[in-house]
């Protein structure tokens, strides 16, 4: 059991070292970080929503709804 422990003490550290890294090394505050995520995840959920819509259409018409 000693090598599970082991293993979850590195996890951990490595996970709190980046994320300590992360903020350190940031390009841009956390407040424009935010809002270029939203817009870009927003872009990527109406794209993938489009697409989502034309593979419906597609099915339908094969199937002759």
Do not use: C, H
């Amino acid at each position: 059991m000693r090598d599970g422990n082991g293993f979850m003490g590195g996890l951990l550290l490595g996970v709190l070292l980046g994320g300590v890294l992360a903020v350190l090394y940031a390009p841009e505050r956390g407040d424009r970080t935010r809002k270029k995520l939203a817009k870009k995840s927003g872009k990527w959920w109406d794209e993938a929503s489009d697409q989502a819509e034309d593979w419906v259409e597609k099915g339908k018409k094969k199937i002759g709804i």
